[in-house]
């Protein structure tokens, strides 16, 4: 199984940004205990702070993986060239957020992609990406 893991603008601050909203670990550091926790999964990494960028990405992830993990940063709430994206490919997305959106200032309260996405995890600091990891994998689950 293979996850695209994509973070969008100012994600690659984590640890630096904001420590008592979204933590004191920086995405690198939290990558290498993804990759130990899911040896079994190949996990690939990518941030941008350019909306172009993740669009490519998106489109090039969704027809070669297995799923996508998307933290989409600001674009959340105003993107929709992104929501087009993860429209028109076929492998899974789960949008995911560090903090909790909802408990935060009200234009965050709308996410542009959620309705195109297989699910939205949001809250749970950097263990939101685990668990959309965990959610992949048991969609792409063989019984």
Do not use: W
């Given at each position: 199984?293979?996850?695209?893991?994509?973070?969008?603008?100012?994600?690659?601050?984590?640890?630096?940004?904001?420590?008592?909203?979204?933590?004191?670990?920086?995405?690198?550091?939290?990558?290498?205990?993804?990759?130990?926790?899911?040896?079994?999964?190949?996990?690939?990494?990518?941030?941008?702070?350019?909306?172009?960028?993740?669009?490519?990405?998106?489109?090039?992830?969704g027809f070669g993986c297995d799923g996508i993990v998307l933290n989409a940063g600001g674009y959340t709430h105003t993107s929709v060239a992104i929501r087009d994206a993860i429209k028109a490919v076929p492998a899974p997305?789960?949008?995911?957020?560090?903090?909790?959106?909802?408990?935060?200032?009200?234009?965050?309260?709308?996410?542009?992609?959620?309705?195109?996405?297989?699910?939205?995890?949001?809250?749970?600091?950097?263990?939101?990406?685990?668990?959309?990891?965990?959610?992949?994998?048991?969609?792409?689950?063989?019984?």
């Amino acid at each position: 199984m293979k996850v695209q893991i994509i973070n969008g603008p100012n994600l690659n601050l984590l640890g630096v940004r904001e420590p008592d909203i979204y933590g004191n670990d920086s995405f690198a550091s939290y990558f290498i205990q993804l990759q130990e926790i899911f040896p079994d999964i190949e996990l690939e990494y990518f941030q941008s702070n350019i909306e172009g960028e993740i669009i490519s990405k998106i489109q090039e992830a969704g027809f070669g993986c297995d799923g996508i993990v998307l933290n989409a940063g600001g674009y959340t709430h105003t993107s929709v060239a992104i929501r087009d994206a993860i429209k028109a490919v076929p492998a899974p997305v789960v949008e995911v957020h560090v903090s909790n959106v909802f408990a935060r200032e009200e234009f965050r309260h709308r996410s542009m992609i959620s309705a195109v996405c297989m699910g939205l995890i949001a809250g749970f600091g950097l263990d939101s990406y685990r668990l959309a990891i965990e959610a992949l994998k048991g969609k792409n689950k063989k019984f």
